[in-house]
């Protein structure tokens, strides 16, 4: 059978002149179509926007909503505390309260708390103050009733001594602050590195593996061998990266601007700011080390001679991947600062010390180009190793072997 290629000085070519000088286009082009018309990767997209928009969704709801808890009481004593304890509790948040439920007995008392009409009991026990849970008692609650306990024991005793509570705690409250005046964010910024991990992980490990698989389908049903009559080797390398990359950029940044839209409705709010310019420094450095990584998981579909090969071809990759997803949110200190400057980790550590104000003006920008560099390298020494294991039908190649091939 004779199969005809229509190169770029045939007549039937003269339609897409235009392209014929970039043909890395047209395999980008081919590329983002596929990627936009698969059912999966639609649907897989919109569940994490509806995860993303949920939790947001969810987080306003908890921050908005009122809780309160019911103590029973037995006595004036005891109703007194209580009483103390709500007034000091919906100080510090408006949004909690807790109220006394006088019963008959500690009998009656127990009854409440097993059919659930009280949340806590309050009792007297061995001259001290006894609060009871069904299990664990709410730690606002044990925190604001403790603080009414304690500050009744020392008007009493402080009575008895014949001086006053003020004296005696004179110089024994402890205050925290912060030199640059900020609230302790602590957890948020732990939890949006979390994020930033798991997201770069997700992403480059989805369009890696699919960009491999692309390739060496290719490869095993020799559909590549007839391409290559037509487009150079690189131009089918470069279109296939870029196409994918722009697929995983613009799903990176629907991701963000979902997650700070959602973020606009907690308690968290006003970090948007700077949660904004460490996503948005997220986005740059993930183009830039995604860019490599597709570089890397082309060769590895290149290297491979059958599907059931990208397991051991990719592998360096999601090892790679791996220690980033940990290292990106486990990590601190010193620590961070170093890997913050090191390829491929930077795009997940430097954003989070980008959030947390850890971070000069010219550190992100110093490791952006050091990324630069590092995908510069990857992609040269990359497309060498795929033009050369690309057109190789001797079975799988190890990355040595592909570096070391003569040109196909």
Known sequence: MTTTVNRPDQPGHASRSNDAGRPWLIVAGREIVVRLTNKSFIVSTLVTLVFIAGFGG??????GRSSTT??????????????????????????????PQAVADDAAAKAALTSGSADAWLHQQNDGWVLTAKDAPDSAVEAAIGAAVRTQALS??????????AAIEKGTVLTTDRLDGQQDDSLFIKLASLAFSLLFFMAAILFGQQIA??????????????????IPLRALLAGKVLGNSVIAFGQVVLYGAVGLVAVAFTDYSRLLPSLSAAVIWFVVFFAVGFFALACLYAVAGALASRTEDLQSTTAPMTMVLGVVYVVGFTVTGTALKVVSFIPIVSVVAMPGR?????????????????????????????????????????????WREGLKSADA
């Open 213 to 230: 698989a692309s390739v060496v389908e290719e490869k095993q049903s020799r559909l590549v061998e007839i391409i290559a009559t037509a």
């Open 354 to 398: 980008i959030l947390s104000g850890d971070a000069a003006w010219w550190e992100p920008v110093l490791a952006l180009l050091v990324m630069a560099g590092f995908a510069a390298v990857t992609v040269l020494v990359g497309e060498k190793i795929y033009r050369r294991s690309l057109m190789q039908t001797r079975g799988k190649m190890s």
């Open 58 to 63: 969810f987080s306003a709801w908890q921050s």
């Open 70 to 99: 019911t103590v029973a009481v037995t006595g004036a004593a005891a109703t007194q505390l209580v009483e103390q304890g709500s007034a000091a509790a919906t100080k510090a948040d408006d949004k909690v309260s807790i109220k």
């Open 156 to 165: 009493t005793n402080a009575a008895a001594a014949g001086t006053t509570t």
